[in-house]
């Protein structure tokens, strides 16, 4: 079964993010710029000179402070590239397998065979680059006394499907290796009910409807997935969102009437790709609020002066994250047969930017 198809939803791209040898602790590569390769960018540049690391990898680490030129603080994996001495500082080896971390969760549901968490923002589902501790995997450990289940690999025990380490809301996870066999079926088949709500800067363009593209990874930036323009094309994968608009909020500054300033939209997967939500959205010219991937810009447009509107804008620009909830699971358990269904309130950060919009 692919890992990287229906059973991973809206989840960051990291099947290459691990890659490139591990390397001693304090390990420093570096690369020697001259005249002829500068104007390059900085993480094509590294790639070539290190063929063993990925360029998402190099860009991650580089994102960590890891970069300097001639001793300089580099930051920005785009940058152009300069005549000069790069050196780039490696993390030390991880563990391979996780260690448990007594972290709490906010268990939904729970038997012998799978629990349901309600995953907090800023938790990674997995350990990854970036994200080698603190997990939902970690917490998991302790809390099921290692008894997890172990399709996923040692990196990944009980991890059936996944949301972005920013999106907030419910996931299921597999104790046994019958539980996760048969949740992840029922992914395949897209059988299993999932709801989002969506913050997005802009409103889709109908009030309802249903988005259907190939999704495939951005040539431009590998952290980001693009639609496939070409309808002929048979890059990516198949992708459809349904969606519908429950609120809208404000005036977008300079638009015509009936151009909302925002939007809270409520999203049905039918598939569950890399990013699709973020994906689908920005490609309706509604991205999510607070998405630093997606969004070109934080904030909002909103049409009108005065302490509501101000506040409205400043509670946009402050969000710290994609406005992303997963706020229904619904699935059959794969041992009882009972069907389940669990929703999840909006969180308090997603309450606190809808109450600031609904006064605009």
Same mark, same amino acid.
């Given at each position: 079964? *692919?890992?990287?198809?229906?059973?991973?939803?809206?989840?960051?791209?990291? *099947?290459?993010?691990?890659?490139?040898?591990?390397?001693?602790?304090?390990?420093?590569?570096?690369?020697?710029?001259?005249?002829?390769?500068?104007?390059?960018?900085?993480?094509?540049?590294?790639?070539?000179?290190?063929?063993?690391?990925?360029?998402?990898?190099?860009?991650?680490?580089?994102?960590?402070?890891?970069?300097?030129?001639?001793?300089?603080?580099?930051?920005?994996?785009?940058?152009?590239?300069?005549?000069? !001495?790069?050196?780039?500082?490696?993390?030390?080896?991880?563990?391979?397998?996780?260690?448990?971390?007594?972290?709490?969760?906010?268990?939904?549901?729970?038997?012998?065979?799978?629990?349901?968490?309600?995953?907090?923002?800023?938790?990674?589902?997995?350990?990854?680059?970036?994200?080698?501790?603190?997990?939902?995997?970690?917490?998991?450990?302790?809390?099921?006394?290692?008894?997890?289940?172990?399709?996923?690999?040692?990196?990944?025990?009980?991890? %059936?499907? =996944?949301?972005?380490?920013?999106?907030?809301?419910?996931?299921?996870?597999?104790?046994?290796?019958?539980?996760?066999?048969? !949740?992840?079926?029922?992914?395949?088949?897209?059988?299993?009910?999932?709801?989002?709500?969506?913050?997005?800067?802009?409103?889709?363009?109908?009030?309802?409807?249903?988005?259907?593209?190939? !999704?495939?990874?951005?040539? *431009?930036? =590998?952290?980001?997935?693009?639609?496939?323009?070409?309808?002929?094309?048979?890059?990516?994968?198949?992708? %459809?969102?349904?969606?519908?608009?429950?609120?809208?909020?404000?005036?977008?500054?300079?638009?015509?009437?009936?151009?909302?300033?925002?939007?809270?939209?409520?999203?049905?997967?039918?598939?569950?790709?890399?990013?699709?939500?973020?994906?689908?959205?920005?490609?309706?010219?509604?991205?999510?609020?607070?998405?630093?991937?997606?969004?070109?810009?934080?904030?909002?447009?909103?049409?009108?002066?005065?302490?509501?509107?101000?506040?409205?804008?400043?509670?946009?620009?402050?969000?710290?994250?994609?406005?992303?909830?997963?706020?229904?699971?619904?699935?059959?358990?794969?041992?009882?047969?009972?069907?389940?269904?669990?929703?999840?309130?909006?969180?308090?950060?997603?309450?606190?930017?809808?109450?600031?919009?609904?006064?605009?």
């Amino acid at each position: 079964m *692919d890992a990287d198809d229906d059973l991973l939803d809206d989840a960051p791209p990291d *099947d290459e993010a691990g890659r490139g040898a591990p390397s001693a602790a304090g390990d420093v590569r570096t690369a020697a710029c001259d005249a002829a390769e500068a104007g390059t960018r900085i993480d094509a540049f590294l790639a070539r000179a290190f063929p063993d690391l990925s360029r998402a990898r190099i860009q991650g680490l580089i994102g960590q402070g890891r970069l300097t030129r001639d001793g300089a603080p580099v930051t920005a994996a785009s940058e152009k590239t300069r005549p000069g !001495l790069y050196a780039l500082r490696l993390p030390p080896p991880e563990p391979a397998a996780p260690e448990p971390e007594n972290i709490p969760l906010a268990i939904v549901f729970e038997d012998a065979h799978l629990v349901v968490i309600d995953k907090a923002a800023g938790m990674a589902m997995h350990p990854a680059p970036g994200a080698m501790r603190g997990t939902l995997v970690h917490a998991l450990l302790h809390h099921c006394r290692g008894g997890l289940s172990g399709v996923g690999g040692v990196a990944r025990p009980g991890i %059936v499907h =996944r949301i972005d380490k920013d999106t907030t809301g419910l996931v299921v996870v597999a104790k046994d290796d019958v539980t996760h066999t048969g !949740l992840a079926a029922q992914f395949a088949k897209h059988t299993i009910e999932r709801a989002y709500f969506a913050v997005t800067r802009g409103a889709p363009p109908a009030r309802s409807g249903t988005i259907e593209t190939r !999704l495939a990874r951005s040539g *431009d930036d =590998r952290r980001k997935m693009a639609v496939v323009r070409d309808p002929r094309s048979e890059a990516g994968k198949r992708a %459809v969102t349904h969606y519908w608009l429950v609120e809208t909020f404000g005036h977008l500054a300079g638009a015509p009437i009936g151009h909302p300033a925002a939007a809270l939209v409520e999203c049905r997967l039918e598939t569950g790709r890399t990013h699709q939500i973020r994906a689908h959205l920005a490609h309706l010219g509604a991205p999510l609020l607070g998405d630093p991937l997606y969004g070109k810009f934080r904030g909002l447009k909103i049409e009108g002066a005065g302490p509501a509107v101000d506040a409205a804008k400043e509670a946009a620009a402050a969000f710290p994250r994609q406005a992303l909830h997963a706020a229904v699971l619904g699935f059959t358990h794969p041992v009882t047969g009972a069907a389940h269904r669990f929703e999840s309130p909006l969180p308090a950060d997603i309450q606190g930017l809808l109450a600031a919009l609904r006064r605009v």
